[in-house]
């Protein structure tokens, strides 16, 4: 069974910086793709990051390129994704996501988290 | 504003059929990037409904169904239950973005 739990959540300030973490069970977690989507209260849904299996590409929304950095332990089955220069516009519940397709541009978000919340106040 | 353009809401009573429509561009949908979907239950996490435009992966009832053809795609519901009740999220890949976008999301009401 694929598990997927987040962590790193938290109220920060505006500019500062939050790591979440994404632990993964159930799966080869080297050889998938994984994924952060977020989600502001109320609103829908909004990619924000992808990492290929080697971590070796990763793919980011023009709205947190240069702010946020995703990275992956293979060695650990745990995603990252560094968030820095908060805003609070990006308060959300950030969502970790196993991808499943045959190449990039068909990947989907086929097993999901329960979400970590972060919230930029001040 | 999404770019791809689903309507906020639908409503259907119990038993009927329903269709959420998902709208995109030639660089999007028009451009051959497959339509998946998504059910996000009150207060839960999304849950992939429909993959590849009109895959279901298992657990999820033949009574959904997904179809795509132009910059389009759709979802459809038959059979109607209380248990339906959600959001639903299309998505799909943007060349010009070059990444994933998501529909605006479109909330089902079962009347």
């Known amino acids: ?122 | 504003q999404s770019v791809l353009t689903q309507p906020p809401s639908v409503s259907e009573a119990p038993g009927q059929r329903v269709t959420i429509s998902c709208t995109g561009s030639s660089s999007n949908i028009g451009a051959g990037y497959d339509v998946h979907w998504y059910q996000q239950l009150p207060g839960t996490a999304p849950k992939l409904l429909m993959y590849g435009n009109s895959n279901r992966p298992s657990g999820v009832p033949d009574r959904f169904s997904g179809s795509k053809s132009g910059t389009s795609a759709s979802l459809a519901i038959t059979g109607l239950q209380a248990e339906d009740e959600a959001d639903y999220y299309c998505q799909s890949y943007d060349s010009s973005l070059s990444g994933w976008v998501f529909g605006g999301g479109t909330k089902l009401t079962v009347l």
Not at chain 1, 96 to 107: E, F, H, P, V, Y
């Open chain 1, 1 to 122: 069974e694929v598990q997927l739990l987040e962590s790193g959540g938290g109220l920060v300030q505006p500019g500062g910086s939050l790591r979440l973490s994404c632990g993964a069970s159930g799966f080869i977690f080297s050889t998938y793709a994984m994924s952060w989507v977020r989600q502001a209260p109320g609103k829908g849904l909004e990619w924000v990051s992808t990492i290929s299996g080697s971590g070796a590409s990763t793919y980011y929304a023009d709205s947190v390129k240069g702010r946020f950095t995703i990275s992956r332990d293979n060695s650990k089955n745990t995603v990252f994704l560094q968030i820095n220069s908060l805003r609070v516009e990006d308060t959300a519940v950030y969502y970790c996501a196993k991808d499943g397709g045959s190449r990039i541009q068909l990947w989907y978000r086929q097993y999901w988290g329960q979400g970590t919340l972060v919230t930029v106040s001040s």
